[in-house]
């Protein structure tokens, strides 16, 4: 009986240990962020959990739709918006942390094509391409919305063409989906950021959109006044780190100095 005993007790106790790793584990922070940081924010949260904390929960999609989901009153304890406007209007909104805003990233607008295209362009004032475009169309996200096709209209106004395509679009809802509207053919050119085109085998890029074309792309990230986790502050003082900042770099992102 002693015996017996005594095993039970030890196999209760394996199955304790066993039990213990899964009920302690909780869910990490819930991060709201621009689709094209996808693959970058990934690696920066399994960084992250790989020292030891939850990993945290990511959403990605048009920042347009975060702040909209925020607004609506959806929790969540981080949002990374693609451009200063969204973020301005959770701001104004009283939705976020105001001392924990800071504009950490930059990033660059493309113009791309499938990767089997041959087609040559080079990107300047009055460039063709519209007459490039022969029947198809230019994929882009939402330039009603989305801070991805804001910046490219803000582009192409600039260089004198949008009144040629501006009814020539092929409208995505976030950056991503007009990428990939570009990898599988369905559009012959696109404009996403320079960190989507390098994040994709599918496309290759044809220019680079002058810098004075547009504003600023730059990625302001902020607590929300939603945020209740413990792990919410830490995990964005270590997106602004110098380790978490080179992570993003090892994707193409512009780390930005601290202001």
């Known amino acids: 009986m002693t015996e017996i005993f ?3 007790s ?16 909780q869910p990490g922070p819930l ?3 621009a689709a094209s940081l996808q693959e970058a924010l990934t690696d920066a949260s399994n960084r992250w959990a790989a020292h030891g904390h939850a990993k945290p929960v990511l959403s990605f999609a048009a920042s347009s739709a975060l702040a909209r989901q925020v ?23 009283g939705l976020i942390r105001p001392e924990t805003r800071m504009s950490f990233l930059a990033n660059r607008l493309v113009l791309i094509a499938p990767a089997a295209s041959r ?28 801070p ?13 063409i949008w009144p040629d395509v ?4 092929a409208r995505a809802e976030n950056v991503r989906a007009a990428l990939l509207l570009v990898e599988r053919g369905a559009a012959p050119f696109g ?10 085998t599918g496309v290759r890029v044809m220019g680079v959109f002058p810098a004075n074309s547009h504003d600023p792309i730059t990625y302001p990230l902020a607590r929300l006044k939603t945020s209740t986790h413990a792990d919410a502050e830490p995990f964005r003082r270590f997106l602004l780190s110098r380790p978490g900042k080179a992570i993003f770099a090892r994707h193409g992102f512009i780390p930005l100095s601290d202001r």
Do not use: C, H, N
Request: charged share 20%.
């Open 71 to 93: 607004a609506a009153g959806a929790p969540a304890d981080l949002f990374i918006s693609a451009d200063e406007p969204w973020m301005d209007d959770l701001a104004r909104k």
């Open 6 to 8: 005594k095993r039970l």
């Open 119 to 146: 087609t040559r362009l080079a990107i300047g004032p009055r460039f063709p391409l519209a007459r490039a475009l022969g029947t198809g169309r230019l994929a882009m996200a939402d330039p009603d919305a989305v």
């Open 10 to 25: 030890l196999l209760f106790a394996a199955l304790t240990l066993i039990a213990m790793p899964a009920q302690a584990q």
């Open 191 to 200: 404009i996403v950021y320079a960190t989507d085109a390098r994040a994709s």
């Open 166 to 169: 501006a009814d020539r679009l």
């Open 31 to 33: 991060i709201l962020a």
């Open 148 to 160: 991805a096709g804001r910046y490219a209209k803000a582009a192409l106004t600039r260089l004198g």
